[in-house]
């Protein structure tokens, strides 16, 4: 937005050129006798000095009228093409160049994170995976071939980079090698595989999630490497179908998991080998006295998911809680455990 000097200096080149055309047209005229157009001509062609012959012969103080029309339009041409000139400047070089140093911060800004998430098209489910990631304070960067969704992605606070998720260097200015995890969502299926191939090359130890339309695309994204494939038709067909079954319990859990129901949340927690709680069954640990939390499920080493656990089973070292509970029985929770970030 320019500054009001600016526009004062404005006002000044286009009030001096004006009062110049003007003052000029009227001295040929009551000087010289001319018509105003006569006038009028006289004093642009004196101004922008083409070289044209005059219009008629001067006197001597149609002379001095050229005289100062030449002068004046001299100095106010110079001060029009120095302003001009100026603005041009700063907006299309200087512009570029705090552009390219925005850039660089950027690229450093994203090479110094570290267990943050990359999301690969920034469409409605992007948006939407964006959204919830903020919500939980995490650490995103964008990668989008659409460079007008920059200007959205930085005023939601996050990184952004425009260009193609697939190409290798451009994953790697991501910070790939660093990242914890990656959400793989542009609208066309082999897109997303080619992504998913090359992320996972890239760190064969990220959580990759990503989008699929069919059967087909699903089996071929996870034997690419992603970690699990979401296909958004079916499970938003699905999730209607329980709204209308039971749509009390739905409601809970989005709620819950969105953090949204009086402080609820559900959470995944990891047991850490030196917690005192490695090895103690949920009776001995006291989870639901000491932590005011309820285990609703459990997944071991082997990655068999246990639901409701046995109040006697041990739990061991690497093994995933689901919890749920408030806020700040979690966080006590999680030092316990030992997984605090």
Not at 167 to 172: F, I, N, Q, R, V
Not at 250 to 273: P, Q
Not at 304 to 312: D, I, L, N, T, V
Request: proline share 3%; with cysteine; charged share 20%.
């Amino acid at each position: 937005m320019a500054s009001t000097f600016d526009l004062w200096k404005a006002a000044v080149a286009v009030g001096g050129l004006l009062l110049l055309l003007v003052g000029g047209t009227a001295g040929f005229h009551f000087v010289e006798g001319w018509s105003w157009w006569d006038s009028f001509f006289m004093v642009l062609i004196s101004v922008t000095t083409v070289g044209y012959g005059e219009v008629h012969p001067l006197s001597q103080p149609g002379q001095m009228v050229a005289s100062v029309v030449i002068i004046g339009g001299v100095g106010v041409g110079a001060y029009v093409l120095l302003f001009v000139t100026r603005h041009v400047f700063e907006g299309i070089v200087e512009g570029t160049f705090t552009r390219a140093r925005a850039r660089r911060r950027e690229l450093a800004a994203v090479a110094a994170m570290s267990g943050h998430t990359i999301v690969c098209g920034y469409g409605r489910l992007g948006r939407e995976i964006c959204a919830g990631l903020k919500a939980e304070a995490r650490e995103v960067v964008v990668i989008d071939t659409d460079p007008s969704v920059a200007e959205d992605v930085f005023e939601q606070g996050l990184s952004c980079i425009v260009g193609d998720a697939a190409d290798e260097e451009l994953l790697k200015q991501a910070g790939v090698a660093n990242a914890g995890s990656i959400a793989v969502a542009t609208r066309e299926d082999a897109m997303n595989t080619y992504i998913v191939l090359a992320a996972r090359e890239l760190n064969p130890d990220a959580r990759i999630i990503a989008r699929a339309s069919t059967s087909v695309a699903t089996r071929r994204l996870l034997r690419s490497g992603a970690s699990q494939v979401i296909s958004p038709a079916r499970l938003g067909g699905r999730r209607m179908a329980s709204m209308l079954i039971r749509p009390s319990v739905v409601d809970f859990m989005d709620l819950a998991e969105l953090g949204e129901y009086s402080d609820l949340f559900i959470e995944e927690l990891e047991l850490s080998a030196t917690s005192d709680l490695a090895g103690k069954s949920l009776v001995e640990a006291n989870y639901a006295g000491t932590y005011h939390v309820l285990v609703l499920a459990v997944r071991g080493g082997d990655g068999e998911m246990r639901f409701a656990p046995p109040a006697s089973d041990p739990l061991n070292p690497g093994d995933l809680l689901i919890v749920a509970g408030h806020r700040k029985d979690l966080t006590r929770l999680e030092e316990a455990l030992g997984a605090a970030a």
